[in-house]
């Protein structure tokens, strides 16, 4: 399993539509998950196996693979979808996690 | 709905061994992979290691000739032990009900417990 690579920190306004990359080998992003996790919480999963929202998670947040990238999209952004963002991979039964993406609205 | 709640010391003495507990409540701790992953201060999330409920394990190569991961069923409690601890082990840890799908995962998770290494 080789790294997961994300974007330090996004950005963007409210209403606007950001996209965060998780960057890692074909394989590896082919059944990712994203994370997210505010201040002093635990994580909570938005998306899994590439492309899928758990119930109850906001239609806003949308996941896609192409190639060796998985991308993390959010819509209308809104002030409290500021958080940091981890994807996630697995392999072999072994899991490796993204380095993580601050976003700021 | 399933809950998790981790159990331990809050400090442990370099070269100790760090022994933590996940209690499950809300439903079975069978048929899931019990997670633990931990996050340092100020840094991201790292995978520490599973136990299946039939007990297969699956541990991080970093980390893999220090970690025991056990499961309770009678107990519905889960647990960690870490030897050899440092400073790099100071982390919050959480622990986590891996759902199988074509991957695992986490959810829901614990509130996590922080861990101090200091003596």
């Known amino acids: 399993q080789s790294a997961l690579t994300q974007p330090a920190s996004v950005s963007g306004s409210p209403g606007q539509s950001i996209t965060i990359s998780c960057t890692g080998t074909?394989?590896?992003?082919?059944?990712v998950s994203w994370y997210q996790q505010h201040p002093g919480k635990a994580p909570k999963v938005i998306i899994y196996?590439?492309?899928f929202r758990p119930s109850g998670v906001s239609n806003r947040f949308s996941g896609s693979v192409s190639g060796n990238t998985a991308s993390l999209s959010i819509s209308g952004l809104q002030a409290e979808d500021e958080a940091d963002y981890y994807c996630?991979?697995?392999?072999?039964?072994?899991?490796?996690f993204g380095g993580g993406t601050k976003l700021t609205v | 709905q399933v809950q998790l709640q981790e159990s331990g010391p809050g400090l442990v003495k370099p070269s100790e061994t760090l022994s933590l507990t996940c209690t499950v409540s809300?439903?079975?701790?069978?048929?899931?992979?019990w997670s633990w992953i931990r996050q340092p201060p100020g840094k991201g999330l790292e995978w520490i290691g599973y136990?299946?409920?039939?007990?297969?394990?699956n541990y991080s190569p970093s980390l893999k000739s220090r970690v025991t991961i056990s499961v309770d069923t009678s107990r519905n409690q889960f647990s960690l032990r870490l030897r050899s601890m440092t400073a790099a082990d100071t982390a919050v840890y959480y622990c986590?009900?891996?759902?199988?799908?074509?991957?695992?995962?986490?959810?829901?998770w614990g509130q996590g417990t922080l861990v101090t290494v200091s003596s």
């Open positions: 986590a009900r891996g759902v199988a799908y074509s991957s695992i995962v986490f959810d829901p």
């Open positions: 809300g439903g079975s701790i069978s048929s899931y992979f």
């Open positions: 074909s394989s590896d992003v082919k059944y």
């Open positions: 196996d590439g492309r």
């Open positions: 996630t991979s697995f392999t072999a039964y072994s899991t490796l």
């Open positions: 136990m299946y409920s039939s007990g297969n394990t």
